[in-house]
């Protein structure tokens, strides 16, 4: 299962050529100076809805200007980014294409390119933009950042880390990256370092959802499971719709303090979400043991074998057969 962490508002980079314009401003005709400065107005206009998260007035005001203009691929970046905010990856991607294509040298558009394509599971085009935008700019905090979530992504959590660490060397001060860091130096098995990145996290906004959910990962290996469903509980009220993999852990947290149909209620939910995992049967086959269903544990334990025997994955498989004999035996299943 995967947890893809998306959500975090777009960086505006506009190198909007204002001091050509102010220059032509003051030695071209009136009609030209009127245009630059129409120009500008609609440019900024459009700028500023974005910083107040009016991104559909801002695509509103962007397909204006871009009629008028259209090849300023600063323009159409950030109409693009007023897609991807909201949520309209496919129809975001088109523009960042057609900016590179205007200008291939700007520098944010492979940025922004390498967040949308991981949005959209093109890990092998995300890397490639986000390396693009490093070889233009080896000084990008927002590139480094994004290449860390990449490689997060593609479970290269050493290569990841060195990305995170670099980006808050070059100055990234957002809870995102603290809480990135901190999920992944404790994959790494760096968990002395991983609980003040994810406090520092949580200080600089304690609804972040990367950062709760580190920290709940982090209390979840440490054993510190009334800790962990405290964060998911916090994680999966901010968005429920969008914590699949939030209710597997909760319920899974719930099963390990004896909380057994606290445990079946989010693996009920997990489980209706995620049909396909065995991972979830498992669970819940604990959870149903717990309450006193016998029978209801052993078709989990049913399907969850099937799944993994259908994944070739026989360690799992193995344990299940492990569970379903102890039940024969009048034992409790152990995970």
Wanted: net charge neutral; charged share 25%.
């Amino acid at each position: 299962m995967s947890t893809s962490f998306g959500g975090r508002l777009r960086r505006i980079v506009v190198a909007f050529a204002c001091a050509a314009l102010c220059a032509g401003a003051l030695v071209v005709a009136t009609p030209l100076a009127a245009w630059a400065d129409d120009a500008v107005d609609g440019f900024s206009r459009a700028q500023s809805l974005f910083h107040e998260r009016k991104f559909r007035e801002a695509i509103t005001a962007l397909d204006t200007y871009i009629t008028a203009h259209p090849r300023d691929a600063r323009a159409i970046v950030l109409r693009g980014d007023c897609k991807a905010d909201l949520g309209d990856n496919d129809a975001a991607l088109k523009d960042y294409n057609a900016a590179i294509g205007i200008d291939p040298e700007y520098q944010y558009a492979y940025t922004t390119r390498c967040e949308t394509r991981l949005q959209l599971d093109d890990l092998a085009g995300a890397l490639a933009d986000c390396n693009t935008a490093l070889r233009l700019d080896a000084t990008d905090p927002l590139s480094y950042e994004d290449r860390g979530d990449v490689y997060f992504q593609r479970q290269s959590y050493a290569l990841a880390l060195q990305d995170y660490d670099k980006a808050i060397e070059l100055g990234r001060t957002g809870a995102y990256v603290f809480a990135a860091r901190c999920d992944t130096e404790r994959l790494v098995g760096k968990r002395s370092l991983a609980k003040p990145d994810c406090e520092k996290a949580l200080a600089i906004d304690p609804k972040s959802r990367r950062g709760l959910w580190a920290r709940s990962r982090l209390a979840m290996v440490e054993s510190r499971y009334t800790d962990s469903i405290a964060d998911l509980n916090a994680y999966i009220a901010l968005n429920p719709e969008s914590s699949d993999t939030a209710y597997y852990y909760r319920g899974l947290a719930y099963n390990r303090i004896h909380s057994y149909q606290s445990a079946l209620d989010d693996l009920r939910t997990y489980v209706g979400r995620q049909s396909k995992d065995p991972d979830g049967y498992k669970e819940r086959a604990i959870a149903r043991y717990g309450v006193g269903d016998k029978a209801g544990a052993l078709a989990d334990l049913d399907l969850a074998l099937s799944g993994y025997r259908r994944d070739g994955n026989t360690a799992e498989a193995d344990r299940v057969a492990a569970m379903v004999k102890a039940i024969g035996a009048g034992q409790p299943p152990q995970p």
